[in-house]
């Protein structure tokens, strides 16, 4: 009977594990959509892509994942910190901006969380902004609402070395959190 029931424990542990590396492949998608999303608007009107970085990325993700369990308030706490960890990896580092999104609506994703940026004077800007990096988190809490973080950063071009203006960092307060169609029931 106990090699039944380790059993049984194995295979509800392997199930579970492989529906979170499920969500994980599907946030991640969600992330690679919408950073293609941003860039199609940038090369339609004549900004330079957005590279991503991996680190960036990971950065965000972390603040998508915190506000996903509760460990921070949904908004840009932390943000001069991630800038700050950012600033200590990326030589010529100049500016930061950063983006932040939840939504329970799980209709087309991307396209809905770029469009509600692109609608929105602030998040406009940084999307808009002389970023050259970019790297954007996507994590779901445990109720089905996806938190987003996308943080743009700028590096210093080499000509301006010499100048001792301060970088910019931009933080933007508008935030963005779509109406819960569960609020009703």
Known sequence: MPRFLLSVFFW??????SAQAQQSADTKEVERETFSLINQYRKANDL???AWDGEIARVARIHSKEMA????NFGH????ERVSHLRSLMPGFWGAGENVLKTSNPEALA?????LWLHSPHHLEN????????GLGVWRDKDGVIYFTQIFVKIKPQAQETETAAPSVNTPFGMLATPD???GR
């Open 12 to 17: 509800v542990l392997a199930f579970f594990s």
């Open 77 to 80: 706490d932390g943000f001069r």
């Open 69 to 72: 369990t509760g460990d921070v």
């Open 127 to 134: 999307i808009r902004g002389d970023y050259i990096y970019s």
């Open 111 to 115: 396209q809905n969380a770029v469009t």
């Open 48 to 50: 330079p892509l957005l």
């Open 181 to 183: 169609p569960r609020a």
